[in-house]
């Protein structure tokens, strides 16, 4: 790193100590995250909040962002705050998908159907001409 660039982070104290201060706020903030407590399930609120934050994001980062968002502190394991919202989330996006999926399914059914049809034609054509040569 260049020295115009150093910057010295910690105090006289902090360097005693052998901890900067910062370092020491990083510790109080995860120790629930080594507590045997367990956490309360997500609110709709804490929740809400993630998600209107995420939005922000844009459509590809959306899911990343709330993910980590929410990974902020400790939650219970299978928070029903957390996956009751992904999967109504989800439900919507999963509706979405069968009706795009069905609207492929009936293109491609009629583009067989067409290339049957043209198949067959062309056949009859081949019959045809074929029988005028003998």
């Known amino acids: 790193m260049l020295p115009q660039f150093k910057v010295d ?5 902090e360097k005693k100590d052998g901890k900067p201060r910062w370092a020491k706020a990083v510790i109080e903030f995860r120790e629930p995250f080594y507590t ?6 997500t609110s ?6 993630a998600m209107m934050i995420a939005l922000q994001f844009g459509t590809v980062w959306f899911l990343p962002v709330l993910a980590n968002l929410l990974a902020l502190r400790r939650r219970r394991e299978q928070d029903p705050g ?15 998908k069968e009706i795009v999926d ?6 491609c059914v009629d583009c067989t159907l067409a290339f049957l049809r043209s198949m ?3 056949e009859e054509l081949v019959g045809r001409l074929t029988a005028i040569k003998l």
């Open 82 to 96: 957390i996956l009751g919202r992904i999967s109504i989330l989800f439900s919507e996006v999963q509706q979405f």
């Open 44 to 49: 709709a609120s804490e929740f809400c909040k």
């Open 120 to 122: 067959n034609e062309t």
């Open 36 to 41: 045997d407590v367990e956490p309360e399930p």
């Open 102 to 107: 069905d609207i492929n399914q009936d293109y």
């Open 9 to 13: 982070f910690m105090s006289k104290k």
